[in-house]
Nanobody, 128 residues
Framework: QVQLVESGGGLVQAGGSLRLSCAASEGIDSLNVMGWYRQAPGAEREGVACSSATSGSSNYADSVLGRFTLVRDTDNNMVTLEMNSLKPEDSGVYYC?????????????????????WGQGTQVTVSS
């Protein structure tokens, strides 16, 4: 099974930028959807963005639309999440997730429980 490893988290001031990377242990062509979730202390894990190989497009949560950009890099078997204009409420552990092809493809973002593969997470802290 493909394994995912996140990197790039850290501490940044509000208004700053970070780039998160998620490296896959195998080719991501076998993955229908790759996405990013985040979880703040005491909160549920929420979807941030996803990239669908079915539609060829990315979708974003309203809270990050226009500030975050997800890029799927099949040549390097990874996805990156460029985060700009960061806010304190963007803080949390960011997880990379993937859903392989299961006979049909998602054009949008699957529900959280429909992702089969998860990374260990990387901490993002935005100070005010």
């Amino acid at each position: 099974q493909v394994q995912l490893v996140e990197s790039g988290g850290g501490l940044v001031q509000a208004g700053g930028s970070l780039r998160l990377s998620c490296a896959a242990s195998e080719g991501i062509d076998s993955l229908n959807v790759m996405g990013w979730y985040r979880q703040a202390p005491g909160a549920e894990r929420e979807g941030v963005a996803c990239s669908s190989a079915t539609s060829g497009s990315s979708n974003y949560a309203d809270s990050v639309l226009g500030r975050f950009t997800l890029v799927r890099d099949t040549d390097n078997n990874m996805v990156t999440l460029e985060m700009n204009s960061l806010k304190p409420e963007d803080s949390g552990v960011y997880y990379c997730a993937a859903r392989p092809w299961h006979g049909f493809g998602y054009e949008g973002c699957p529900l959280r429980d429909e992702y089969d593969i998860w990374g260990q997470g990387t901490q993002v802290t935005v100070s005010s």
